[in-house]
């Protein structure tokens, strides 16, 4: 996913999200996890990178985690039930920086992590 950093909005819904990234996940597969695309870019201010289920699956997202993140831009949150995961980007970061992300599922009980896509902030 790429963000492009711009100042806040007066108003928060100016930004609609991006995406949706769908995600695919298989504990049997190499690899487990898929993203498509697996580059999302988002132009504006704030906004929430949406992430579905490919089609609909017994597994659930549990989290999101973007790493080094010392500005605290990134959070996440789930919906649907455990199908659709939000991570929002506050764009602080006014310089380009590429940031490595995963997401945690959960199927049968047990929790899984996926490798480490990224989230490059582009500022204006």
Not at 33 to 57: C, E, H, M, W, Y
Request: hydrophobic share 30%; charged share 20%.
């Amino acid at each position: 996913m790429e963000t492009t950093s711009s100042p806040p909005p007066s108003d928060p819904t100016a930004y609609p999200p991006a995406g949706p990234v769908k995600v695919t996940f298989d504990p049997g597969a190499a690899p487990q996890f898929t993203f498509k695309p697996n580059s999302v870019r988002v132009k504006g201010g704030p906004k929430t990178v949406i992430l579905i289920q490919d089609s609909p699956a017994a597994w659930e997202f549990v989290t999101g985690f973007v790493k080094d993140d010392t500005l605290h831009q990134f959070s996440s949150s789930v919906h649907g039930n455990g199908k659709v995961l939000h991570i929002d980007d506050a764009l602080k970061d006014p310089d380009l920086e590429a940031y490595s992300y995963n997401i945690t599922v959960k199927l049968g009980g047990q929790e899984y992590t996926s490798p480490d896509p990224h989230i490059v902030n582009d500022p204006p």
